[in-house]
């Protein structure tokens, strides 16, 4: 059967293919189509023969089907301990079932591993660590995402996002000049209050150059107004790239990984342009990950290295705080209830749980800062990961996952939640808007700008 | 004075006051009225779902869905669209609603944004608690042009303006505040009414102040408005001035009551609070939700 015209095996690579796409609404016929979508079983066992390696195909064979990982995984908690979702069973009955059967596999088939791949895991890791063997579905469901991507059996908005990344190299169509003019914007409206603000672009040899996530210039430009401010007060030397600026990678979610290789690519070249001391990223998990941790083996880079140093937002504010860049004003700690998010992709996959523990010491006010349980890299996924939270027609799944993190929050009594991430934000007010429980959640950004002693030189005339 | 408005509304109760205000003044000063409207803000990145701020379903944004707003708004606003007189353009949005108007207003600068008062009786508890109205507050801290707000009836508003009343507090916004006072008494022939309040209202508990300290304090207020201010008026004789003590939000309003004022002036200082609202000074917000005409705020941007 022929491909379909919205759902087949090519990538998106225009802008009017992507307008396409976006233009049937929540995938309709996209779907419709895959329902007729062939499986090209050649170049499926082809492409596994080339790229599954010895640390996969062992990990697939030494499984002692033991069922530690099962009370390790959100989703199988929250969905009545369902045998299918113990995750080795999820790993072994789609991977694991392709390689058995050298590729041939039908239709049915792969609607089966997509709905595993994308509504039944959420990449984030947690297994790994219970298992004897160390085996990590959750790394396994990456390259599963890979061969369906190529195969065309991929969710709608993952396909579009891939497709994003491909044509803007952003998460969203933001056009080359708006991420610095809506910068330049933000300084604007913000140096009123902070005299001297403002947004070096393009500078060379600057200590941070700094990247976002394109959410945040098309819908939270705040967030760029709070970096630069944050930046201004601790007196850094940073600034912005013109292009290349975007960290985040919609693309990986997808399994598109020549799109991430694009991605990663063009945020390398501004750092090699730009010859920053470092990068330092916004708040976002994955984005850390794709670019930091991924980014270097896609892009072929011997030494596993961006071409510079780059580290995650959170160990930048501890910095600033530690070496007093940045002063707490401790009339204005936070004095309620206060509960962290420990995102999956840098606390349990980079080691950085006790960092986001060391800035809340700052800016809680000692007594109010409640722990969730479990937590640090024992914390569950916030229920909207690995592109979880943005696929249509896996919400009801993505709503039931939200439990989970909902129960550990109310256990906490906290009121507020910290979130420095943007996929572990969102999943949070998705939660709030569903269920209501009643809780604030927030950037660390905000809530520094609010609290952060600003010198007297720096504050405006009266 | 005012050729370009823009008049910022959830097409809900919320605006209905400022709405009325908005097209009397686009028909008083033959403006161009921009109507803008913002759907609500999509549930994912680039997603096109959205929940329709008005509405409250999820719905998909394409310009079919942008059309029949557009059309909705023209059904709402019939009978006031019938009567007016001059030029009107039709615009919806998706995104914050705040951060949408200030992009409205960026890329096509009017000289006056007009908009209602919070939505937060009319939705549901999605909105925060805040008594003006969160979006009010972003758009006045950030907007580089003056924003008139309108919360409640301002029943005698014939949409021009014969008496203001500038509240003043000294400071370099409220400079501002008498600074663009005076421009509109140039351009409509206006009267002023300078008003300052003295306030009584922080003394702590069995503190008490002699009725000859509170007229002391009046009469130090009254010579300093003379000062700093009268000097620039110029050859404008209409103008009064006068000082009362008391809770200024309330003073003011009782004061342009009083008046019987078709606007109150005052700058806009910007905050930030705790949770990252930004909070406006207190004194205008009390003014805001308890004027019985409509306010005008300008922040320090505004003359730039």
């Known amino acids: ?462 | 004075m005012f050729k370009k408005i823009l008049f910022a509304t959830s097409a809900t109760g919320a605006c209905d006051h400022a709405a009325r205000v908005a097209f009397a003044m686009a028909g008083r000063f033959s403006a161009q009225l921009d109507i803008f409207h913002v759907i609500g803000l999509p549930t994912r990145a680039y997603s096109q779902v959205v929940i329709d701020a008005k509405t409250r379903e999820r719905v998909e944004i394409d310009e079919e869905y942008c059309d029949w707003v557009k059309e909705e708004l023209r059904v709402y606003y019939e009978q006031l669209l019938e009567k007016l007189a001059g030029n009107h353009t039709m615009e919806v949005a998706v995104g914050e609603t705040h951060r949408e108007i200030l992009r409205k207003v960026r890329n096509d600068p009017p000289d006056l944004i007009v908009m209602g008062g919070s939505t937060r009786h009319v939705e549901d508890s999605a909105f925060r608690n805040v008594v003006t109205g969160s979006t009010f507050q972003r758009v006045a801290k950030a907007a580089p042009r003056p924003v008139l707000v309108i919360t409640r009836p301002a029943a005698s508003f014939w949409g021009g303006f014969s008496r203001i009343v500038v509240g003043t507090d000294f400071s370099e916004g409220a400079d501002m505040a008498v600074e663009y006072a005076l421009h509109l008494a140039r351009t409509t022939g206006c009267e002023i009414c300078l008003f300052h309040a003295v306030d009584i209202s922080g003394l702590p508990l069995g503190q008490f102040l002699t009725q000859d300290d509170i007229e002391d304090r009046l009469r130090v207020a009254r010579k300093r408005i003379r000062s700093r201010y009268v000097p620039q008026f110029g050859d404008i004789r209409n103008y009064t001035v006068d000082v009362w003590e008391g809770i200024p939000g309330l003073e003011i309003v009782k004061y342009a009551r009083e008046k019987q004022a078709d606007l109150i002036i005052m700058a806009h200082h910007a905050r930030r609070a705790e949770s990252g609202e930004d909070r406006m000074g207190s004194v205008m917000e009390q003014v805001i939700v308890r004027a019985g005409c409509p306010v005008l705020s300008l922040n320090r941007t505004v003359f730039k």
């Open chain 1, 1 to 462: 059967m022929p491909e379909g015209t919205l759902c087949n095996k090519r990538p998106i690579e225009t802008d009017e293919q992507l307008k396409t796409l976006l233009a049937d609404k929540s995938g309709k016929i996209y779907y419709e189509e895959m329902k007729h979508l062939d499986v090209d079983t050649a170049k499926l066992w082809d492409t596994i023969r080339k790229t599954m390696k010895s640390r996969l195909k062992t990990w697939l064979s030494i499984c002692a089907h033991c069922g530690m990982c099962a009370d390790s995984c959100f989703l199988y908690l929250i969905n009545d301990r369902d045998p299918k979702q113990v995750p080795a069973y999820k790993i072994q009955s789609t991977l694991g079932e392709i390689v058995r059967k050298k590729g041939r596999v039908d239709n049915d088939f792969m609607h089966m591993a997509m709905e595993t791949a994308w509504a039944r895991c959420t990449c984030c890791n947690r297994c790994a660590m219970y298992c004897p063997h160390g085996i990590d579905v959750g790394v396994m469901m990456g390259y599963l995402r890979g061969l369906l991507y190529q195969q065309g059996f991929v969710p709608w908005e993952m396909k579009i996002g891939a497709g994003m990344h491909r044509v803007y190299r952003a998460q969203m169509d933001v056009l080359p000049e708006e991420f610095v003019d809506t910068f330049q914007w933000m300084i604007e409206e913000s140096e009123e209050e902070y005299p001297g603000l403002t947004v070096p672009v393009d500078k060379e040899g600057a200590d941070i150059m700094y990247t976002v996530n394109a959410r945040e210039v098309k819908h939270y430009p705040e967030d760029l107004a709070e970096a630069a401010i944050l930046f201004h007060i601790a007196g850094e030397d940073w600034t912005i790239p013109s292009s290349g600026w975007e960290l985040t990678s919609l693309a990986m979610f997808a399994g598109d990984w020549e799109a991430c290789r694009l991605q990663v690519e063009s945020v390398y070249s501004a750092m090699e342009r730009l010859k920053p001391k470092r990068m330092i990223g916004t708040e976002c998990g994955h984005a850390h990950r794709a670019t930091v941790i991924e980014g270097p083996y896609w892009a072929g880079r011997k030494d596993g290295k961006p071409p510079v140093p780059s580290i995650h937002y959170v160990e930048w504010v501890a910095e600033a705080l530690r070496t007093g860049k940045l002063k707490i004003d401790p009339e204005k700690r936070l004095k309620r209830k206060v509960t962290l998010q420990d995102s999956c992709n840098y606390i349990r996959n980079h080691g950085l749980r006790e960092i986001t523990r060391e800035i809340m010491s700052y800016i809680v006010e000692p007594g109010y800062f409640v722990d969730m349980a479990p937590n640090k890299e024992h914390n569950y996924c916030c229920g909207g990961g690995g592109g979880f939270n943005g696929i249509g027609i896996f919400r009801p799944q993505r709503n039931k996952a939200l439990i989970t993190k909902r129960d550990q929050i109310l256990n906490t009594g906290a009121e507020l939640v910290v979130a420095p991430c943007h996929n572990c934000w969102d999943a949070i007010r998705d939660l709030e808007e569903e269920y209501e429980i009643g809780i604030s959640w927030s950037f660390l950004k905000p809530l520094l700008v609010s609290m952060v002693v600003v010198p007297e030189h720096m504050k405006p005339e009266e």
